[in-house]
């Protein structure tokens, strides 16, 4: 082989690892992108998990002051009862 096919042996070689090393970073860039944005979305998710549980929570406790309120009601009733 001539000293030009090797240049060209060479160039071509050289630009097939230059083409491999750009995609090898665009899947790396893509990967970390892909990432980022399933953290945010599991972010997201325990948020409303948490918000969902957070209902729950208040919703027993809006119950349970109902059941307290009315428990109140009917000890006063008592005490009038009692004082009459």
Same mark, same amino acid.
């Given at each position: 082989? +001539? +000293?030009? !096919?090797?240049?060209?042996?060479?160039? #071509?070689?050289? *630009?097939?690892? &230059?083409?491999?090393?750009? $995609? $090898?970073?665009?899947?790396?860039? /893509? +990967? =970390?992108?892909?990432?980022?944005?399933?953290?945010?979305?599991?972010? $997201? !998710?325990?948020?409303?998990?948490?918000? #969902? +549980?957070?209902?729950?929570?208040?919703?027993?406790?809006?119950?349970?002051? =109902?059941?307290?309120?009315? !428990? #109140?009601? !009917?000890?006063?009733?008592? $005490? /009038? *009862? &009692?004082?009459?």
């Amino acid at each position: 082989m +001539t +000293t030009a !096919e090797w240049a060209l042996l060479v160039a #071509i070689v050289a *630009h097939g690892a &230059a083409i491999m090393a750009a $995609l $090898l970073k665009l899947v790396a860039w /893509r +990967t =970390a992108k892909v990432a980022v944005i399933e953290g945010r979305i599991g972010t $997201l !998710e325990r948020a409303v998990d948490n918000d #969902i +549980t957070g209902r729950r929570v208040v919703a027993q406790i809006v119950n349970d002051v =109902a059941v307290i309120k009315s !428990e #109140i009601a !009917e000890v006063r009733q008592a $005490l /009038r *009862h &009692a004082e009459h």
